[in-house]
């Protein structure tokens, strides 16, 4: 099973958190993923700082295509706002269902996909449920 890795992950990687260690095992173990999404949320910034190896190395990972079910999407914001779960972006249940659809771990570090996770059957990395 790959981890789709979310952008809070990898900013936090590439200052040395410590936080985001295990990345380094899956990297290891080439269990990455990523998607154009995220991609889009990492690559600008790093083209100005024109850090090439970090850009080469995001392009490197295995990038699975998105596909947007919109109804879908829809009913998971809808669960979320009943059950008291707001303010979650359209990008954060995009990346939510595609880890979903796709049967990947979410490795992120944003503590809201852990709430999506009550109501949807997201797989949160380093979560048991």
């Given at each position: 099973?790959?981890?789709?890795?979310?952008?809070?992950?990898?900013?936090?990687?590439?200052?040395?958190?410590?936080?985001?260690?295990?990345?380094?095992?899956?990297?290891?173990?080439?269990?990455?993923?990523?998607?154009?999404?995220?991609?889009?949320?990492?690559?600008?910034?790093?083209?100005?700082?024109?850090?090439?190896?970090l850009e080469s190395l995001?392009?490197s990972v295995e990038r699975?295509?998105?596909?947007?079910?919109?109804?879908?999407?829809?009913?998971?914001?809808?669960?979320?706002?009943?059950?008291?779960?707001?303010?979650?972006?359209?990008?954060?249940?995009?990346?939510?269902?595609?880890?979903?659809?796709?049967?990947?771990?979410?490795?992120?570090?944003?503590?809201?996909?852990?709430?999506?996770?009550?109501?949807?059957?997201?797989?949160?990395?380093?979560?048991?449920?």
């Amino acid at each position: 099973m790959s981890v789709l890795v979310d952008s809070s992950v990898w900013i936090d990687y590439f200052r040395g958190s410590k936080k985001t260690a295990a990345l380094d095992g899956l990297i290891e173990e080439d269990l990455l993923a990523i998607n154009d999404l995220i991609l889009a949320e990492l690559i600008p910034y790093l083209k100005i700082k024109r850090q090439r190896k970090l850009e080469s190395l995001l392009y490197s990972v295995e990038r699975i295509p998105l596909i947007i079910d919109w109804d879908d999407l829809i009913g998971m914001q809808v669960k979320c706002i009943r059950a008291g779960i707001n303010k979650i972006g359209i990008p954060d249940l995009i990346i939510a269902q595609h880890a979903i659809q796709n049967n990947q771990l979410l490795f992120s570090l944003d503590k809201h996909f852990s709430l999506i996770g009550g109501v949807a059957p997201l797989s949160v990395f380093g979560e048991s449920k």
